[in-house]
């Protein structure tokens, strides 16, 4: 009888070569069995909105700033980070904002000038993402982690963005943070509606989309006491586009030609 | 071939021995990073790229260089190149290993890092510097080993390996075209928006690669018995200098152009740099030394008896390599990012710990080229 290092030793280049010709097939059809459960299907899930949300063709903000006051400003950005779950970091170099109030001078500079009126040097606008018309952070970022919904709102796929920041050196406006660490101990009075952002990806302001999708408008707004203005820059109808009408608007550094959606009345 | 790096004398472990240490100490840093988040750099919401990302810039330039070596002796026939070209090809191999691994480390991420190819976005440049990077490190250690293999063997190489020669030609400057787009195409940073941004970049590595080769040329020499031999060293010399005086011009275009059209956005950027505002200026003698410093090895490396004596060469070539460095390696990121959107001015300097993660990252690239210069240097003396 023969052992079994005799029986292996016996196989010859022919049958070696029938078995790996085989065994290659089999691997092969196995294979491409995988290639198929990975391409696309129609198992993708689609998203219907509420009958009472809120739709617009492209939402826009308009700030009049002869209604804002400190203390209502405070108001609403109290309001938006809380039902956002911003963290209170306390280090200006690491903190995360998503609507905050900037000196005219550093919010618009190079368009203060020594013979403005009076109280607009230093006067603290309010600054938050522009949801440009032509963002660069969505141009810029590698996993489409970020983009643009139809209607101009810029998202922010927390669960997709890899951290790489690109989208902080594109944005001219400063609006993007980073969660430099897990800042997630330091969310004051929690709301359990939102979720919380790990640390290493980047946030900003989603115009409230959240809210929108609700039937609500965004947090800022009903704070505002009337200061804030959000809707549809396409409608001629709307509350927005009237006070347009009446009033000369400026935005932040359009020169720069990504059409920002923050409006404000000086 | 390999086989030829798991056998070598105590010098060459000794030096394996140390990167390997430098290496740990890097890895356990990173850990920390992992753990507690990119708090632990000294990057910030207004300087959000810092350290890592001008390593990766720099090391970017160093790999693309090969090219110096390979052109004119696959193009021009150009001979005396033959001996080293293998040095310029596994250079690149290392120097992108170094480019991916600080990419890597950037990350906020990094578990995440295979969306970029999950999600495949070709209107972003980073999508692109991934694609164009891969390619040319798979291209160079293909051609490089294929090459030195056929060499060991004293037959011609494979057919197949000229036309990947040729697409690595213009494949080099690409990697470092596109690095550049990372930054030459966003609005609102007045310093990069430039562009002679890519040239700069091309002309600057041109100077910093070649100058690099010649000094890891004279540590071979030292160290083994492989000699470069004095010609192409004198070729890459000449190299150096055209594309230095190069890269000393295009820095004075910019200031031409930034401080004629007195542009606010464009010129707040250099004072910082190398003047400082309201007494913010960390980088402000370090861009001196960068400038002067060039300017210096210019006019020493135009001088034929400076570059025909080693020594006063070698000193030239770590002239050139470090102010190169100081430059793209710490000036061009941070400079991009001070002052802010807000016209305000916060300060970034890199942590110990973000030292030490680069430093493992920087070892590790440097292992990797030890083990190939061995394979390699083992071959050319067993051929000799």
């Known amino acids: 009888m023969k052992t079994v290092e005799e029986k292996t030793a016996t196989i010859d280049r022919r049958k070696f070569l029938k078995i790996t010709g085989v065994s290659t097939i089999i691997g092969l059809l196995g294979g491409w069995k995988f290639v198929e459960l990975l391409a696309p299907g129609e198992l993708e899930a689609t998203y219907l909105p509420k009958a009472e949300a809120l739709t617009a063709k492209r939402w826009a903000m308009l700030i009049d700033m002869k209604k804002l006051t400190e203390e209502t400003a405070e108001k609403c950005i109290k309001a938006c980070h809380h039902v956002h779950n911003v963290p209170d970091v306390g280090d200006p170099k690491r903190e995360i904002k998503w609507i905050w109030l900037e000196r005219f001078e550093n919010a618009f500079p190079g368009d203060e000038h020594e013979h403005m009126p009076e109280g607009m040097e230093g006067k603290r606008f309010f600054v938050m993402c522009n949801h440009c018309d032509n963002p660069p952070c969505v141009r810029v970022c590698p996993t489409k982690a970020t983009w643009q919904r139809e209607d101009g709102i810029v998202m922010m796929d927390q669960h997709r963005c890899i951290g790489c920041r690109y989208c902080m050196a594109a944005c001219p406006f400063g609006a993007r943070s980073f969660n430099w660490g897990d800042y997630r101990s330091l969310i004051k009075n929690r709301n359990s509606e939102y979720p919380t952002r790990e640390k290493g990806v980047v946030e900003k302001c989603n115009f409230c989309a959240e809210r929108l999708a609700e039937g609500l408008m965004p947090a800022c707004v009903e704070e505002s006491g009337g200061a804030m203005v959000f809707g549809d820059i396409m409608d001629s109808q709307s509350e927005l586009r009237k006070i347009m009408r009446e009033h000369y608007t400026i935005r932040r550094k359009p020169y720069l030609g990504t059409s920002p959606q923050v409006y404000y009345v000086v | ?384």
């Open chain 2, 1 to 384: 071939m390999f086989e030829r790096a798991l056998a070598g004398d105590k010098k060459y472990w000794g030096l394996v021995i140390v990167l390997l240490a430098v290496v740990g100490a890097g890895f356990m840093a990173y850990l920390v990073q992992l753990r507690l988040g990119l708090q632990v750099t000294g990057m910030s919401r207004d300087v959000s790229w810092g350290f890592y990302i001008a390593q990766f810039t720099y090391l970017v330039g160093v790999a693309a260089s090969a090219v110096m070596l390979v052109l004119p002796y696959y193009l021009h026939d150009y001979k005396i190149f033959g001996r080293i070209t293998i040095l310029g090809e596994f250079l690149a191999v290392a120097a992108v290993s170094m480019c991916v691994l600080f990419i890597f480390v950037d990350l906020g991420k990094p578990m995440r890092v295979f969306n970029v190819i999950l999600h495949p976005t070709p209107n972003s440049v980073l999508f692109w510097d991934m694609v164009v990077l891969s390619g040319y490190f798979l291209l160079n250690i293909v051609i490089g080993w294929t090459v030195l293999e056929a060499e060991k063997n004293m037959a011609p190489p494979p057919t197949w390996v000229k036309p990947l020669i040729y697409l690595s030609i213009p494949w080099a400057p690409c990697i470092h075209i596109v690095t550049a787009f990372l930054y030459a195409g966003l609005p609102g940073r007045g310093f990069w928006l430039t562009a002679i941004m890519a040239p700069r970049f091309l002309v600057s590595a041109f100077a910093a690669g070649p100058a690099l080769l010649i000094l890891l040329a004279m540590i071979l020499k030292k160290f083994t018995k492989f000699d470069a031999g004095t010609k192409p060293i004198q070729t890459l010399a000449k190299i150096v200098t055209y594309c230095i005086i190069i890269n000393v011009l295009f820095v004075a275009f910019e200031v031409f152009t930034v401080f004629y059209s007195q542009i606010p956005d464009h010129m707040r950027h250099f004072e910082y740099l190398f003047v400082g505002i309201a007494g913010y200026g960390k980088l402000v003698p370090w861009m001196w030394v960068s400038m002067i410093g060039m300017i210096v090895a210019s006019i020493l490396l135009v001088i034929p008896a400076v570059r025909r004596n080693h020594v006063t060469l070698a000193v030239a070539c770590i002239m050139v390599v470090f102010t190169t460095w100081i430059d793209k390696g710490l000036g061009l990121i941070t400079g991009g990012f001070v002052p802010n959107p807000f016209d305000r001015i916060t300060e970034y300097w890199p942590t110990a710990l973000e030292l030490v993660i680069s430093a493992g990252v920087w070892a590790a690239g440097f292992l990797i080229l030890t083990i190939l210069y061995k394979i390699a240097v083992s071959i050319k003396e067993e051929i000799d």
